[in-house]
């Protein structure tokens, strides 16, 4: 595994926030829903833009270029324009750090 800590837990102190991280030479987004973080690539694979720029509401993040979706647990495209999925990377908290698996 090739766990990368990553963020604090207090950078996320609410449901529904994202923010951008760099892992190394990857650009994550990094979400807090329902108390539980995620990870995914930040860029959306339509057009290029800042998922982390985009509005997050239902376990789903929403593009701020073209209004795609993707469901952040899975990294499935949810509608257009977007037709390929996002790379979803596994997040685990030890005390307050917060790790990605950036091998996914």
């Known amino acids: 595994m090739n766990w990368i800590r990553i ?5 996320l102190t609410e449901d529904d926030e994202v923010i951008p991280v760099a892992a190394g030479e990857k650009q994550l987004a990094l979400y807090r829903i329902e108390g539980e973080f995620h990870a995914s690539d930040n860029v959306c694979t339509h057009a290029y ?9 239902d376990g789903c993040i929403e593009c701020p ?8 647990r899975t990294g499935q495209a949810m509608c257009a324009p ?3 999925g996002i790379r979803i990377y596994p997040v685990k908290v030890e005390g307050q750090d917060i790790y990605a698996n950036l091998q996914g």
Do not use: C, M, P, V
């Open 82 to 84: 977007a037709t390929t």
């Open 7 to 11: 963020a604090s837990t207090d950078q």
């Open 65 to 72: 270029l073209h209004q795609a979706k993707f469901d952040i």
């Open 49 to 57: 833009a800042l998922l982390s720029d985009g509005y997050l509401e």
